[in-house]
Structures are given as structure tokens and as C-alpha cells.
């Protein structure tokens, strides 16, 4: 069974810090990219970064450039999300999702992210 399982979420002040995590099992870890997408209320769902599980080529949302860094522990078939000097705008639903480029994707279950000002 495919299993994304996020956790790390919470609430946190303006210009705090979270780091999420995405537990992944079920699949072949290496031949999947693991990202991350969010939904604020009212708004649509929004890549926010992607590392590839095989070579470390990350990819980053301009909004969050400088302050995110993903990364990926292949050992622990775990990705993880570092965001710093976080933003009101950041709040939102981080979905954890895997892709193996070729028509297969998974999602998490979501983990809720609320900045305060």
C-alpha cells in the first residue's frame, strides 16, 4: 500500500520556523520525485518545491525561494520541507505528493501550515 504520511505542520508567528516531513513507503523511492504543494482557503493549489529522489535536483516556487529547502533522506525514504522566515501568505494545506514522471502520482494526506502576524 502507497502510503505519504506529512507531519511538522502548526502555527507559528511571522518570521518563525517549521520543517515538514514526508514519510513515503509502498513504492520505489529512487525512481519518484517528492514535492510539495499548497492550498490557502479560496485560493488553488500552488507547487511550492521538488526534489528527485534520484539525482537531488531540487526546483523551488519564486514565493519561496531563499526561505524553503527541501531535502531527502533516501535511507529513511523521508523528504523533508525546512521554511524559514515564514510569511502570513505561507499559510495554507502542505500536500506531500510523489510522481514518477511517467502517469503514476500519489498525494498525502495534508498537514495544515498557519503563519500568524
Known amino acids: 500500500e502507497v502510503q505519504l504520511v506529512e507531519s511538522g505542520g502548526g502555527l507559528v508567528q511571522a518570521g518563525g520556523s517549521l520543517r515538514l516531513s514526508c514519510a513515503a513507503s509502498g513504492f520505489t523511492f529512487d525512481d519518484y520525485a517528492i514535492g510539495w504543494f499548497r492550498q490557502a482557503p479560496g485560493k488553488e493549489r500552488e507547487g511550492v518545491s521538488c526534489i528527485s529522489s534520484r539525482d537531488g535536483t531540487t526546483t523551488y516556487a519564486d514565493s519561496v525561494k531563499g526561505r524553503f529547502t527541501i531535502s531527502s533522506d533516501n535511507a529513511k525514504n523521508t523528504v523533508y520541507l525546512q521554511m524559514n522566515s515564514l510569511k502570513p501568505e505561507d499559510t495554507g494545506v502542505y500536500y506531500c505528493?510523489?510522481?514518477?514522471?511517467?502517469?503514476?502520482?500519489?498525494w498525502g494526506q495534508g498537514t495544515q501550515v498557519t503563519v500568524s502576524s
Open positions: 505528493y510523489a510522481d514518477n514522471g511517467r502517469g503514476a502520482r500519489y
